[in-house]
Nanobody, 122 residues
Framework: QVQLVESGGGLVQPGGSLRLSCVAS????????VGWFRQIPGKEREGVSC????????YYADSVKGRFTISRDNAKNTVYLQMNSLKPEDTAVYYC???????????????WGQGTQVTVSS
């Protein structure tokens, strides 16, 4: 069964850090680009960051550049999103997705996880 599972979300104070993990099962993540997206109620799901299968291409939304870092460990079938200097506006459900194209456009992704909640609040 093809599955992506996110973990690492939680409650953190402004300025704090979290590291999200996205673990794949039922397929080899090596061959896929992986993206991180986030969504708050009533708004469109937006692209945060993505990484190509070879790690040669990394893209970030302007709102997270310099604060978030995406990486992958193909041996562990896992992609990470290190989030530093978190702000209240980063509060959202974060999703990882796998697809054939390295892009922040969600329509190009084939497989999706269930999401993990990130809340930034004092």
């Amino acid at each position: 069964q093809v599955q992506l599972v996110e973990s690492g979300g939680g409650l953190v104070q402004p300025g704090g850090s979290l590291r999200l993990s996205c673990v794949a099962s039922g397929f080899t993540l090596d061959y896929y680009a992986v993206g991180w997206f986030r969504q708050i109620p009533g708004k469109e799901r937006e692209g945060v960051s993505c990484i190509s299968s070879s790690e040669s291409r990394l893209y970030y939304a302007d709102s997270v550049k310099g604060r978030f870092t995406i990486s992958r460990d193909n041996a562990k079938n896992t992609v990470y999103l290190q989030m530093n200097s978190l702000k209240p506006e980063d509060t959202a459900v974060y999703y990882c997705a796998a697809g054939g194209i390295t892009t922040l456009t969600k329509e190009y992704y084939e497989y999706w996880g269930q999401g993990t909640q990130v809340t930034v609040s004092s």
